[in-house]
């Protein structure tokens, strides 16, 4: 289990007058668990359609609470390098 900790902040602008009170003004922190089970994974090879080899990833989720998607990572030169671009 992985633990998101997400901070919020608001600020008012205004361009008729100013407000000396600050204390309106707050900033929220909203801490939730990432909670996912992992039912399969698979990683095949397959074509696309320009008959370049690919490997295709599939996964499947019983659940997920709190989850706003997954990264896909591959290692190289020692270092992290994130496959997916969005």
């Known amino acids: 289990m992985h633990r998101v900790i997400a901070t919020n902040t608001a600020s008012v602008i205004s361009d008729q007058m100013t407000s000396p009170n600050t204390s309106n003004q ?12 992992l039912e399969s994974f698979v990683a ?3 074509k ?3 008959g370049a080899d690919r490997v ?3 996964w499947k989720t019983g659940s997920e609470v709190h989850n706003l998607g997954f990264n896909v990572y591959r290692e190289q030169a020692g270092e992290r390098v994130r496959l997916n671009l969005r």
Do not use: R
């Open 26 to 37: 707050t900033e929220t922190t909203i801490t939730a668990d990432t909670s996912i089970k």
């Open 44 to 46: 095949q090879m397959g």
């Open 48 to 50: 696309d359609k320009t």
């Open 56 to 58: 295709v990833l599939l």
